[in-house]
């Protein structure tokens, strides 16, 4: 399996711009998470998904922000209007139904707003 | 609730040192426990875990003990190389759901 597969790898945007990160996971993997890294506040959780049903949502920082997952194979993090805030690195992470197993990570999209 | 709270960083070491970094967590009923890494402009690794009191998870050198009696779960490695340098996060899987808990992460720098 080639693993966690995010793009794109780096997005560079204008402020009010609208900004669209994807994500494929594992196949056969039931979860689904997004998380924000940034120097400040370090990994936060987003939004995670089970069987592509959003279970929680409460780390979104606000409604600018929203998630999809219209299959088990596709993702996407939307971001409109984005803000140099805005401005992170963003990981999508699958994992299976198993309290043993780990999340797997893909390799990340660098947002810059500008 | 649940969380994870590790040791802060950042840590120097010349390389062969010791390594500890601390991770002790809050959690409901038996959580199983992991250790990840991230090398620059990477995302996590799996390190290594633990999804038993006592269990001893260990990759490349590093060990970290399952401790339910001081709900605790401290990476070690004996002797650290330079290629260690990286971010670790500690990080909890509740037995219920499957949400994880992150630390904030420790920066490692390993200099020769």
């Known amino acids: 399996d080639a693993g966690v597969i995010q793009s794109p790898r780096h997005e560079v945007t204008e402020m009010g711009q609208e900004v669209t990160l994807r994500c494929k996971p594992i196949?056969?993997?039931?979860?689904l998470f997004w998380y924000r890294q940034t120097m400040m506040r370090g990994l936060e959780l987003l939004i995670y998904?089970?069987?592509?049903?959003?279970?929680?949502d409460s780390g979104m920082p606000e409604d600018r922000f929203s998630a999809k997952m219209p299959n088990a194979s596709f993702s996407t993090l939307k971001i409109q209007p984005s803000e140099p805030r805005d401005s992170a690195v963003y990981f999508c992470?699958?994992?299976?139904?198993?309290?043993?197993?780990?999340?797997?990570f893909g390799q990340g999209t660098r947002l810059t707003v500008v | 609730g649940n969380s994870v709270t590790q040791m802060e960083g950042p840590v120097t070491l010349s390389e062969e040192a010791f390594l500890t970094i601390n991770c002790t967590y809050t959690?409901?009923?038996?959580?199983?426990l992991f250790w990840y890494v991230q090398y620059p402009g990477e995302g996590l690794q799996l390190l290594l875990k633990?999804?038993?009191?006592?269990d001893k998870g260990s990759n490349k050198g590093f060990e970290a003990t399952y401790r339910k009696e001081t709900t605790s779960f401290h990476l070690e490695k004996g002797s650290v190389q330079v290629s260690d340098s990286a971010v670790y996060f500690c990080?909890?899987?509740?037995?219920?759901?499957?949400?994880?808990?992150f630390g904030t992460g420790t920066s490692l720098t390993v200099i020769p």
């Open positions: 990080a909890l899987l509740r037995n219920t759901g499957n949400q994880f808990y």
């Open positions: 959690a409901t009923g038996y959580p199983s």
């Open positions: 992470a699958s994992s299976r139904q198993d309290r043993h197993t780990e999340a797997f």
């Open positions: 633990a999804t038993k009191a006592d």
């Open positions: 998904f089970n069987n592509n049903v959003p279970i929680d």
């Open positions: 196949s056969g993997h039931d979860y």
